[in-house]
């Protein structure tokens, strides 16, 4: 308070405690002409000590005011979007004033806090911990491509950052400590009037009402209503990629699924459908599990919503035990999406498949595993064996025979050392390029790394060919093939 409201308000007190009424005063003073009033001692002590306590009075009630406003007046609006939007406004102190769910996704998550109402009086970094735990377990954080988007509104651009800055330390820590594998996004938002009217026409955050703002910059065709209702984890990728155009979002994804599927949706669950737009090409990942079938994946297109890829139907099995030359002699089913054939060529043919491919006969394998899997909507066998020679992974695609990815480790030859001639990078190169059957020409993203293990010379080989990836581990001295490991590339 300045020394002039001072001023003022203990004008109006004094005014209050003695009236101007002079006439009043001279006329009942003419009443009792010749009258003598005695003065009492300590009369004017006393009413000068009644104007201090009243004056003392209107300093604590205006100092009172002053708290009351700092500790009820909102100072920051931080926001937490993933799909549920969640807002709190936040006084200087830091302490929740109120958390309000901007959507039916985030009344489900602060259900159990009284939709919001609990967090009231709590500190900002409790408050947004409890939340984001909230979030993890509702399964809104639990994939690597998942993102929440912190966002804080304040006059004070300073205090802005440092509260951007702290939460987002405080989510980081929190999501490590929950194994959850989702991005943190964060800034900090110039108030706007019209940014908070966006918001609430269409019951966001003024944080996801900015980033729908970035994604419009880039595109002005696309509708702030459309993209206000894509995820925050959409909305990111949008802008990473210059938002094209509109995607056809996440519930569109799925029944584009449930429908190309047919048979196996029906008789199963999509359990995941995750946004993919900043890959090539945009897509969204979609997750199907079948009880009787196991996993299977589908790609569909971000803009378009057509199916890319997976089975269109419930797969045709021939479990005969199959022989390497009946591959293929099952029925199958492709279709339009380039999902693959899902014929059987039964286990006998997926063990001769892979016992070829090492070199060796079935007389000499031992300890032996096979297990018939779905990948993808892909019928495969996997298979772990050993032999006198060293042990090996491999598994077969379980329509064709083709040997999808195989991995060798080989026993060290008795005596093997350090001695003899070291055969360099370039025939450790040889060896790996002549065993996979591949010429250099036809390599690429080739690295060489010589090492020593257990006193041994050896080089370690990496290159990729034809769709595959390759990894060798051949002998310094002798050239042999100590490991390799053959897979699809990524």
């Given at each position: 308070?300045?020394?002039?409201?001072?001023?003022?308000?203990?004008?109006?007190?004094?005014?209050?405690?003695?009236?101007?009424?002079?006439?009043?005063?001279?006329?009942?003073?003419?009443?009792?002409?010749?009258?003598?009033?005695?003065?009492?001692?300590?009369?004017?002590?006393?009413?000068?000590?009644?104007?201090?306590?009243?004056?003392?009075?209107?300093?604590?009630?205006?100092?009172?005011?002053?708290?009351?406003?700092?500790?009820?007046a909102v100072a920051s609006v931080v926001s937490l979007d993933v799909n549920p939007s969640i807002e709190l406004s936040v006084n200087r102190s830091?302490?929740?004033?109120?958390?309000?769910?901007?959507?039916?996704?985030?009344?489900?998550?602060?259900?159990?806090?009284?939709?919001?109402?609990?967090?009231?009086?709590?500190?900002?970094?409790?408050?947004?911990?409890?939340?984001?735990?909230?979030?993890?377990?509702?399964?809104?954080?639990?994939?690597?491509?998942?993102?929440?988007?912190?966002?804080?509104?304040?006059?004070?651009?300073?205090?802005?950052?440092?509260?951007?800055?702290?939460?987002?330390?405080?989510?980081?820590?929190?999501?490590?400590?929950?194994?959850?594998?989702?991005?943190?996004?964060?800034?900090?938002?110039?108030?706007?009037?019209?940014?908070?009217?966006?918001?609430?026409?269409?019951?966001?955050?003024?944080?996801?009402?900015?980033?729908?703002?970035?994604?419009?910059?880039?595109?002005?065709?696309?509708?702030?209503?459309?993209?206000?209702?894509?995820?925050?984890?959409?909305?990111?990728?949008?802008?990473?990629?210059?938002?094209?155009?509109?995607?056809?979002?996440?519930?569109?994804?799925?029944?584009?699924?449930?429908?190309?599927?047919?048979?196996?949706?029906?008789?199963?669950?999509?359990?995941?459908?995750?946004?993919?737009?900043?890959?090539?090409?945009?897509?969204?990942?979609?997750?199907?599990?079948?009880?009787?079938?196991?996993?299977?994946?589908?790609?569909?297109?971000?803009?378009?919503?057509?199916?890319?890829?997976?089975?269109?139907?419930?797969?045709?099995?021939?479990?005969?035990?199959?022989?390497?030359?009946?591959?293929?002699?099952?029925?199958?089913?492709?279709?339009?999406?380039?999902?693959?054939?899902?014929?059987?060529?039964?286990?006998?043919?997926?063990?001769?498949?892979?016992?070829?491919?090492?070199?060796?006969?079935?007389?000499?394998?031992?300890?032996?595993?096979?297990?018939?899997?779905?990948?993808?909507?892909?019928?495969?066998?996997?298979?772990?064996?050993?032999?006198?020679?060293?042990?090996?992974?491999?598994?077969?695609?379980?329509?064709?025979?083709?040997?999808?990815?195989?991995?060798?480790?080989?026993?060290?030859?008795?005596?093997?050392?350090?001695?003899?001639?070291?055969?360099?990078?370039?025939?450790?190169?040889?060896?790996?390029?002549?065993?996979?059957?591949?010429?250099?020409?036809?390599?690429?993203?080739?690295?060489?790394?010589?090492?020593?293990?257990?006193?041994?010379?050896?080089?370690?080989?990496?290159?990729?060919?034809?769709?595959?990836?390759?990894?060798?581990?051949?002998?310094?001295?002798?050239?042999?093939?100590?490991?390799?490991?053959?897979?699809?590339?990524?």
């Amino acid at each position: 308070m300045t020394d002039k409201e001072l001023e003022q308000r203990l004008e109006k007190v004094l005014s209050a405690t003695a009236p101007d009424d002079l006439d009043g005063v001279l006329s009942r003073c003419a009443a009792r002409k010749g009258t003598v009033i005695p003065m009492k001692k300590g009369t004017s002590r006393k009413i000068w000590k009644s104007l201090a306590a009243a004056c003392l009075a209107l300093v604590l009630v205006g100092g009172g005011g002053a708290y009351y406003y700092q500790a009820n007046a909102v100072a920051s609006v931080v926001s937490l979007d993933v799909n549920p939007s969640i807002e709190l406004s936040v006084n200087r102190s830091e302490k929740i004033l109120s958390c309000i769910p901007l959507n039916e996704e985030a009344r489900t998550v602060l259900a159990d806090m009284g939709e919001g109402a609990d967090l009231k009086g709590t500190k900002l970094d409790v408050a947004v911990n409890a939340i984001v735990g909230a979030l993890v377990r509702a399964g809104y954080l639990d994939s690597l491509s998942s993102a929440i988007l912190i966002s804080v509104e304040d006059s004070d651009q300073n205090r802005a950052v440092r509260i951007q800055q702290e939460l987002t330390g405080t989510v980081d820590a929190l999501l490590q400590s929950q194994s959850a594998g989702a991005a943190i996004l964060s800034q900090t938002v110039a108030a706007s009037a019209d940014l908070d009217q966006q918001a609430r026409e269409n019951n966001i955050s003024t944080g996801k009402a900015n980033l729908v703002n970035q994604a419009i910059a880039l595109n002005g065709s696309l509708s702030f209503t459309s993209l206000a209702a894509l995820t925050v984890e959409e909305l990111k990728d949008l802008v990473e990629i210059g938002a094209p155009a509109m995607p056809v979002g996440v519930e569109a994804a799925r029944q584009a699924v449930e429908q190309y599927a047919g048979d196996l949706a029906a008789g199963g669950t999509i359990t995941e459908v995750d946004p993919e737009l900043d890959e090539y090409p945009p897509r969204y990942e979609v997750e199907l599990y079948h009880p009787s079938y196991g996993e299977f994946e589908y790609q569909v297109d971000a803009f378009s919503g057509q199916v890319l890829s997976g089975p269109s139907g419930l797969p045709t099995e021939n479990t005969g035990s199959g022989s390497a030359g009946s591959a293929g002699t099952g029925s199958s089913s492709t279709g339009s999406g380039g999902n693959a054939t899902t014929s059987d060529i039964g286990q006998a043919a997926a063990k001769s498949a892979a016992f070829a491919h090492a070199g060796v006969s079935e007389s000499q394998v031992y300890d032996l595993s096979v297990e018939r899997d779905y990948d993808d909507g892909r019928l495969e066998y996997e298979m772990e064996f050993r032999t006198d020679q060293g042990e090996y992974e491999y598994t077969v695609d379980g329509s064709t025979g083709a040997v999808i990815k195989s991995e060798q480790e080989l026993y060290a030859s008795a005596g093997a050392g350090t001695s003899g001639t070291d055969i360099g990078s370039q025939g450790a190169k040889d060896a790996a390029f002549t065993h996979a059957g591949v010429s250099e020409s036809q390599a690429y993203e080739l690295e060489v790394e010589q090492d020593y293990e257990g006193g041994r010379l050896h080089y370690e080989v990496e290159f990729k060919a034809g769709g595959m990836e390759y990894q060798y581990t051949i002998d310094g001295v002798t050239g042999n093939i100590l490991q390799y490991e053959r897979d699809r590339e990524d």
